[in-house]
């Protein structure tokens, strides 16, 4: 059977010709596509836009309508839809769709004259009596303005959908028509649906929902935020407008959430999107927040104050250091030249050397109280409680300090109060708190006062450890009230000595104070200016008993002798040639030969050179170049001959600290002596290990 040609087909349809008339007022291009052979598919071009001529090239010539939608691909559609426009309009596809259904659309957008538009080429299924397609019609024509209502739906739907994840009631409301439109009506919505839509005015549903929900105290103030007067320009700016305000119970009131965006429709300008949530997590995080953020401010404020106090008491500090070190040291050099120029009086030379080693004295305390503090700050120093009896203790600080009291002709007198005085504590850290606290009122005390030491076992705590109770109390010169407040801390004085006459560097009580915490006690002072001043502190100790002290052993009866070093033979290891020189000269005046070497490497060559007996002990210097002390006696200790190996080695260094006492005997060393050292001390030493006893 024959196809029938296009033009039968539109001429015995009249139907068609009106369909045609219809499409032809609103579209740019119509045509009539008869359904047969592929290859004999003819078409009829009804209408033809001469405005697309315009832009695509040939437009106005005859042509398939398959060739048609080529041409429309390759010049207008634009370059990322071209691929997806060319599928849909395939002959297979369009045919497709019309055997299941009466219309198929395609829109796509094209580049017209410059300008972006929006397409839409409508298919119409053309079927015979028995439902069999027969033909379609093809009609093409321009939906800019379908395409933005869609748009702006979408969009609308869009911003609803996405605020309804977070809105419980989200409302479009019409400033202009004084109408709103609910999407969405949660608990929070307040008023009914109606008053919502129409209640004669967008300040007057404001005051219905604040009466209904917002708490009494807060409406005054959220009416005010919400005039319409207001509203309209802020949200006309584009700028979201957010209110906050309480609901609920007055007692725990809970927080509301209202955002206002601007929501322009056909319908009119002054459009608003309006959604309400519950934002009481939100608020309170946000004073936690602040709350949090102010606490660091206040942290940082205070350590900012801190840092800048601890500045200024170092300057504070270093001025005074400065000039405690250079008095002394000034006496040093000053009685070294009287010396050294009135040599052959030997009255005036040991008037001189007493008063030098005053001075001396006098700055290795300045070091020693500054080396200490650095430790504690540091966590170097470990608190170590050993069984003890206190009153031995007292006696023994007593027999310290007696003779400065008698100096200065002051008044001195101690009372013990204490049941248990078999303790377990510190008794060097104790007696070095009293001793620094004693010492100050022996030199703030004017000759002829008073001094009173008092110790009271104050009570038993807990954990079976009683309190100990000291009190230091003097009518010495006391301090002002304001300094009394930071008379603990890190290098505070109240005067220099300049001012006050008497030496020291302010460091003393800063020490008690970081002690005694560290030991878990507490320590106060009270003071009057001329008066005199108090520093009482307490300490818990464990109570022990005589089974606990370390038993000694028996000691056999023993004559009285003399230790002699004539002939002993030391290896002096030390980098500093005055340090060596010191060293000789106190060993040689005991009869003591001596060789040197000035680093450790020198030292274990030495010694590995040397046979059995050619050096009876090493005095080992700590710090030194090339090799250090603990490496040398390390090597000496590893040495093949066992003889050599063994031989007794004291270190002799400026590291004085219990910690660097440890960590010489830990690398092998037989003991410890600490810079500066007397001849006294340096030979007793040396008479425990190389020492030759003959009787007196």
């Not at 497709?96 to 080429?121: D, S």
């Not at 000039?323 to 000053?334: E, K, Q, S």
Request: with cysteine.
């Amino acid at each position: 059977m024959e196809t029938p040609s296009a033009r039968d087909v539109l001429t015995k349809n009249v139907k068609k010709d009106r369909v045609m008339e219809a499409l032809a007022s609103e579209y740019e291009c119509i045509n009539y596509v008869v359904v047969g052979n592929v290859l004999r598919e003819p078409s009829i071009r009804y209408r033809i836009s001469p405005r697309l001529g315009e832009c695509i090239p040939g437009w106005l010539r005859e042509m398939g309508i398959y060739e048609r939608f080529d041409l429309i691909k390759n010049t207008i559609v634009a370059g990322p839809d071209r691929e997806a426009f060319a599928y849909r309009t395939k002959r297979e596809v369009i045919l497709e769709n019309l055997r299941t259904r009466p219309m198929y659309f395609v829109n796509f957008p094209a580049k017209v004259l410059g300008k972006t538009h929006y397409y839409q080429i409508k298919f119409i299924a053309d079927r015979n009596a028995v439902g069999k397609l027969v033909g379609y019609i093809a009609a093409l024509r321009c939906i800019d303005n379908e395409a933005q209502a869609e748009r702006k739906t979408q969009d609308l739907q869009h911003v609803v959908s996405a605020m309804t994840e977070d809105y419980d009631t989200i409302v479009q409301y019409n400033f202009d028509a004084n109408v709103g439109e609910i999407f969405r009506a949660g608990r929070l919505v307040g008023a009914s649906k109606d008053e919502w839509r129409s209640s004669g005015s967008f300040d007057t549903l404001m005051k219905l929902y604040a009466g209904r929900i917002v708490l009494p105290a807060d409406r005054e103030e959220f009416l005010r935020q919400v005039q319409q007067d207001k509203l309209i320009p802020a949200i006309c700016s584009g700028k979201a407008c957010n209110v906050s305000v309480r609901y609920g119970n007055s007692a725990s009131p809970n927080w509301l959430g209202i955002k206002f965006v601007r929501h322009g429709t056909a319908t009119g300008a002054n459009c608003a999107l309006i959604g309400i949530r519950d934002i009481t997590s939100e608020i309170t995080e946000e004073q936690q927040r602040k709350a949090e953020l102010e606490m660091q401010n206040k942290a940082l404020q205070a350590a900012r104050d801190a840092a800048q106090s601890a500045s200024k008491s170092k300057s504070t500090f270093l001025f005074n250091m400065s000039h405690d070190i250079r008095t002394p040291m000034n006496a040093v050099l000053g009685f070294a030249d009287k010396i050294e120029k009135y040599s052959d009086n030997a009255e005036l030379v040991r008037e001189s050397v007493a008063k030098l080693k005053n001075s001396g004295t006098l700055l290795l305390n300045i070091i020693n109280e500054v080396l200490e503090l650095s430790r504690i700050e540091s966590g170097k120093i470990d608190i170590e409680p050993v069984p003890c009896d206190v009153r031995s203790g007292i006696t023994q600080l007593e027999d310290v300090v007696r003779p400065l009291i008698e100096k200065k002709f002051l008044t001195y007198s101690a009372q013990v109060n204490v049941r248990d005085y078999l303790v377990r504590m510190d008794v060097a850290r104790v007696n070095k708190i009293v001793f620094n606290i004693l010492s100050n009122s022996i030199k703030y005390t004017p000759a002829g006062g008073n001094i009173w030491y008092r110790l009271d076992q104050v009570g038993k705590l807990p954990d079976g450890r009683v309190l100990y109770k000291w009190s230091i109390r003097d009518n010495g010169i006391g301090m002002d009230a304001d300094f009394v407040e930071h008379a603990f801390e890190r290098f505070s004085r109240e005067h220099s000595s300049t001012v006050s006459g008497i030496e020291g560097t302010g460091l003393g009580l800063a020490v008690c104070h970081e002690l005694v915490e560290k030991m878990g006690g507490a320590i106060s002072i009270n003071s009057e200016k001329g008066r005199g001043t108090v520093v009482t502190f307490s300490l818990p100790v464990e109570r022990c008993t005589e089974a606990d002290f370390p038993k000694s052993p028996e000691v056999e009866e023993v004559k009285e002798e003399t230790v002699v070093l004539d002939g002993k033979k030391v290896l002096l290891v030390d980098d500093n040639e005055m340090n060596r020189e010191i060293a000789m000269d106190m060993l040689t005046d005991n009869g003591v030969l001596v060789e040197t070497a000035d680093n450790g490497f020198k030292a274990v060559e030495a010694v590995a050179a040397s046979k059995p007996g050619d050096f009876d002990l090493v005095l080992m210097d700590i710090q030194m170049p090339v090799m250090d002390g603990y490496e040398a006696t390390r090597r000496i200790r590893a040495l093949p001959n066992k003889v050599l190996a063994n031989i007794p080695i004291i270190a002799m260094t400026a590291n004085a600290f219990d910690e660097d006492r440890k960590a010489s005997l830990a690398a092998g060393m037989n003991a410890h002596l600490a810079k500066p050292v007397g001849a006294e001390v340096l030979c007793g030493m040396l008479a425990k290990f190389i020492g030759v006893r003959s009787p007196k």
